[in-house]
């Protein structure tokens, strides 16, 4: 539709339509279409607010939305479409790993083509808009939210952020693609204590440095929406702030898409105590330029009392009202309200061979091997195998925000290694995943009788044990698939133990005592606490939430048909005290090592050391290599110029690798206290057994910016440390200097 055509239609919308489009709804509201489900009286919602809403939350499917979408264009004054919103995290039918693993993959290319595949499924399935990528930082791993996000690194999430954002709108234009919304805007990963919707509360400097980087890079990827969070930033709730919203995200950064708030956010500015009743919440959230109110009674059943009482000015929700009709008419809507979607193509694109053959290289890419002592993965094809463990047929695995995702379809471990092993693999459950009758029902999810049967009796417990310790005993190798169930981790799966339930860890205790080599795979939403299980098995592989082809990738790597290359981009700590912990931390004035002060009086802890157990970048890969000669082009850098940074990596042992090159920066004195270390670029890099290569990677003055609180960026010369490596925790080291 033209421009012009488009204006007219708002000049011809009535002041409740147009506060109609500024209303997002979830899907119960029209199924059936009946006015006597129980949420909207909750919210007080009436079938007219319904009818004339112009968005809706997590209706999926191509029947579904065709039937929708079919009776709101009937009932619509001006027949104006819906658009359909979702939450297509990491993959709609063929799901991914979890984000926290995408990170790991350190391949923003790769996971461009993954968030390629989710839009194509996702459009095909009526979906317009994918409420992606989250990118938000995350420092402690209490948080349960962590799984979403690809990591605690402002740099690499800025890097995902772009592949995850151009990933879902590449295709935008043909109809196989999606909008993106990034979110939750901003600094939600900065939760105190890491508990669930609790305050956020940051110096601007860490905002600018730490956390707003990866959603500016979003916006400038071309991000379309942007959601605001559910907490309060520095005592102002997001969905209510001006300045972040109106004064940095559309007027300093140029974003002139649309703003939705999360759900319930804006009724929620009133249990902030920030505004007094509805009507103040819908006055504050609109003049901080929100434009959608997502699942709250406010803007539906305030707006227009604000404007008829001479409050607000109707033009503010013209200004909103436009911003969807924008949206709409982009996708061409009004020409095609029903635009690719079909049963047809839904079925055509869910689940393809080639779209299970990118998640599976997802994976493979995604897993990273904690600990292989002695070399003893990869695993022989021979070799007889006990697989032990609640993990070990289970087909949940793909983690709690694949809310579209069907277990069944997915691949389990022990499918994944009998397509290897065959008859060399028996298996045992060995233990309940969960026996805490207490954390069950916090979970939330489950009755009390279902609570009942998901906890054996002690008696099968033992049983279950007995058979595992049987079948290991006359194995080989033991692999024991542990870690957490996917509703221990997600939104509101806040946690403060991190370390493996009892129940594990005494499996793990009778196994260990069998003398056997025993290979642990962790599923887990978060980085755990492994440090009282390290000692008791050989190797461990971290496989998150592995996704769709979760067993064939378990299997890949345990058998070495691919060669591990994960690298954390999540910190794993020594213990649980020790969070928030990450490793770009500010320096001290009385660091552990180096400080004029030793023994106590140092920023340490008395009862666990304060470096983790696995730092940021770290992962093994099967055979060795070495990085050496690391040499700058000058060690003067100016401002108008660069300077080349060079090493040699070696490949040492028996197999082809593929290193991930990390490159830090030290800024030695600033005005304001830098980063032990920052990530400012690396390069995945694959070398072939018996193989040298020489890696070169370009220092320039505006990757050494940091911010002030006011939030302005500075440069400023001095002496800089240059790192590379391995991992945040195994670099060689290099020092030049700024000047003008
Ligand atoms: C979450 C968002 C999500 C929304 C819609 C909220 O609870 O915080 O991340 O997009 O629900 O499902």
């Not at 402690?140 to 690499?156: F, I, K, M, N, Q």
């Not at 996704?547 to 299997?555: P, Y």
């Not at 340490?604 to 983790?612: F, G, I, Q, S």
Request: charged share 25%.
């Amino acid at each position: 539709m033209k421009q012009e055509k488009l204006r007219k239609l708002l000049n011809d919308m009535s002041l409740e339509e147009k506060i109609g489009q500024l209303v997002q709804l979830s899907g119960e509201f029209y199924k059936a279409n009946d006015i006597s489900l129980g949420p909207q009286q909750k919210l007080g919602i009436t079938q007219k607010i319904v009818d004339l809403s112009g968005s809706v939350l997590n209706v999926t499917g191509a029947k579904a939305t065709k039937e929708v979408q079919d009776h709101q264009m009937s009932v619509q004054p001006h027949h104006i479409p819906m658009l359909f919103m979702a939450d297509i995290i990491y993959g709609y039918k063929t799901v991914f790993p979890i984000p926290l693993g995408l990170g790991a993959t350190w391949d923003p290319e790769l996971v461009r083509k993954g968030f390629n595949i989710a839009a194509d499924e996702g459009s095909a399935a009526g979906n317009h808009v994918s409420f992606a990528p989250m990118v938000d930082v995350v420092h402690d791993a209490r948080w349960g939210r962590v799984l979403e996000s690809p990591g605690e690194d402002p740099y690499l999430n800025s890097v995902f952020a772009k592949s995850m954002v151009e990933g879902f709108q590449d295709k935008l234009k043909d109809g196989a693609g999606q909008v993106a919304c990034v979110k939750h805007f901003a600094g939600y990963g900065g939760v105190e204590a890491g508990r669930e919707y609790n305050t956020v509360d940051m110096s601007i400097s860490n905002l600018y440095q730490n956390y707003l980087p990866p959603y500016k890079a979003a916006v400038d990827a071309g991000s379309k929406m942007v959601m605001s969070s559910l907490t309060s930033l520095n005592g102002v709730p997001t969905t209510g702030d001006k300045w972040l919203l109106d004064d940095v995200l559309r007027k300093a950064w140029g974003f002139n898409g649309l703003i939705i708030s999360d759900y319930a956010s804006i009724y929620e500015l009133i249990k902030h105590g920030f505004a007094k009743d509805e009507t103040d919440a819908a006055h504050k959230a609109l003049n901080a330029t929100v434009d959608i109110d997502m699942k709250s009674p406010c803007y539906a059943k305030r707006l227009q009392e604000l404007v008829t009482d001479g409050k607000l000015d109707e033009t503010k929700i013209d200004e909103a009202t436009w911003r969807v009709l924008l949206l709409k008419n982009e996708l061409g809507l009004f020409e095609d309200p029903y635009r690719s979607v079909s049963e047809e193509r839904e079925a055509k694109s869910i689940l393809s061979d080639s779209k299970r053959k990118v998640a599976r290289e997802l994976a493979d890419k995604a897993l990273v091997l904690l600990q292989n002592k002695n070399g003893i993965l990869p695993l022989k094809k021979d070799e007889k195998i006990a697989l032990i463990g609640p993990y070990a047929n289970e087909k949940l695995l793909l983690g709690m925000w694949a809310v579209h995702g069907d277990p069944n379809t997915s691949v389990t471990i022990a499918e994944g290694i009998k397509e290897i092993a065959g008859d060399n693999l028996k298996t045992a459950k060995g233990t309940d995943l969960i026996r805490d009758a207490h954390l069950l029902k916090e979970i939330g999810y489950f009755t009390d009788e279902e609570i009942d049967k998901m906890i054996s009796s002690e008696k099968v417990e033992q049983k279950n044990n007995d058979e595992a310790v049987k079948i290991a005993q006359t194995a080989d190798t033991i692999v024991l698939t542990l870690g957490e169930s996917t509703l221990e981790a997600g939104e509101a799966g806040a946690k403060t133990k991190l370390t493996l339930p009892e129940n594990q860890l005494h499996l793990i205790d009778r196994l260990s005592k069998l003398g056997k080599k025993i290979v642990l795979i962790t599923i887990s939403g978060r980085p755990l606490v492994l440090t009282n299980v390290v000692d008791k098995v050989d190797a461990i592989i971290e496989a998150w939430f592995p996704g769709t082809e979760g067993g064939h990738a378990i299997a890949d790597i345990l058998y070495g048909k691919v060669n591990p290359s994960g690298r954390l981009t999540m910190t794993f700590p020594y213990a649980v005290g020790q969070e928030p912990i990450y490793y770009n931390h500010l320096s001290t004035g009385r660091p552990q090592v180096g400080s004029q002060h030793v023994g106590r009086f140092v920023s340490k802890y008395l009862d666990a050391p304060v470096t983790p157990l696995y730092p940021f970048g770290y992962g093994l890969s099967y055979g060795s290599s070495e990085y050496k000669d690391l040499k700058l082009s000058s060690h003067k850098l100016t401002r108008n110029s660069s300077i080349k940074v060079k090493l040699t990596v070696k490949n040492t042992g028996g197999y082809d690798r593929r290193e991930i090159v990390q490159l830090y920066i030290h800024d030695q004195v600033a005005s304001i206290v830098q980063p032990v270390k920052r990530l400012i670029d690396f390069k995945a890099v694959k070398v072939p057994r018996g193989q040298t290569k020489e890696v070169e990677f370009e220092i320039k003055a505006s990757e050494l910016t940091f911010y002030d609180n006011l939030g302005r960026d500075y440069l400023e010369n001095g002496d800089f440390d240059v790192f590379v490596g391995k991992s945040s925790a195994d670099c060689l080291k290099e020092t030049f200097e700024l000047s003008e």
